[in-house]
T-cell receptor, first 113, second 114 residues
Framework: GQQLNQSPQSMFIQEGEDVSMNCTSSSIFNTWLWYKQDPGEGPVLLIALYKAGELTSNGRLTAQFGTTRKDSFLNISASIPSDVGIYFCAGQLGGGSNYKLTFGKGTLLTVNP | SAVISQKPSRDICQRGTSLTIQCQVDSQVTMMFWYRQQPGQSLTLIATANQGSEATYESGFVIDKFPISRPNLTFSTLTVSNMSPEDSSIYLC???????????FGPGTRLTVT
């Protein structure tokens, strides 16, 4: 089956720094999604990407759908303490009835104030 | 986006018993899904809950162990049957909505089996 490689596994940064994380796949996806999960909560959708090459922003977050359809990137600018959490990428093939998500293993972000 | 609630939020159960988890969405949705998240791990899809028909299970998950109901477009249940300690996990439901059915998640049910 499809597998997503998400890196880095964890990051420790200082408040105010920028953060980058990425996801690569062995096969193509038609939609890429980025989620954030806080302790004791369900994942919250941050950004959805629908087209190869697409660059989308949500406040301090920017995500890109790779041109090969096999990768995606998430950048967080000027990090703040509330950015702490686990970030997951997810890929979706779509079409027909194939709307299930395949998740990466997550990136644990720690922000030191 | 859809607002999703789950009951119970957590439970401690004895080995051999069963627990039914409820998932309620605040609007009608086409797709509903159930995931398992083991401590410190990513999310693994258990099944797609189909309205009016049997759920579609992923490899490694079977209906006898995880029976699912979806009586309408806003509600679904997942039962974890004949539980063992290995079933201790977070169980999450999600609803697919929007342009390509991007999924929104409930808060999860934290299950501990002793």
């Amino acid at each position: 089956g499809q597998q997503l490689n998400q890196s880095p596994q964890s990051m420790f940064i200082q408040e105010g720094e920028d953060v980058s994380m990425n996801c690569t796949s062995s096969s193509i996806f038609n939609t890429w999604l980025w989620y954030k999960q806080d302790p004791g909560e369900g994942p919250v959708l941050l950004i959805a990407l629908y087209k190869a090459g697409e660059l989308t922003s949500n406040g301090r977050l920017t995500a890109q759908f790779g041109t090969t359809r096999k990768d995606s990137f998430l950048n967080i600018s000027a990090s703040i303490p509330s950015d702490v959490g686990i970030y997951f990428c997810a890929g979706q093939l779509g079409g027909g009835s194939n709307y299930k998500l395949t998740f990466g293993k997550g990136t644990l972000l720690t922000v030191n104030p | 986006s859809a607002v999703i609630s789950q009951k119970p939020s957590r439970d401690i159960c004895q080995r051999g018993t069963s627990l039914t988890i409820q998932c309620q969405v605040d609007s009608q949705v086409t797709m509903m899904f159930w995931y398992r998240q083991q401590p410190g791990q990513s999310l693994t899809l258990i099944a797609t809950a189909n309205q009016g028909s049997e759920a579609t299970y992923e490899s490694g998950f079977v209906i006898d162990k995880f029976p699912i109901s979806r009586p309408n477009l806003t509600f679904s249940t997942l039962t974890v049957s004949n539980m063992s300690p290995e079933d201790s996990s977070i169980y999450l439901c999600s609803a697919g909505q929007g342009k390509t059915y991007e999924q929104y998640f409930g808060p999860g049910t934290r299950l501990t089996v002793t």
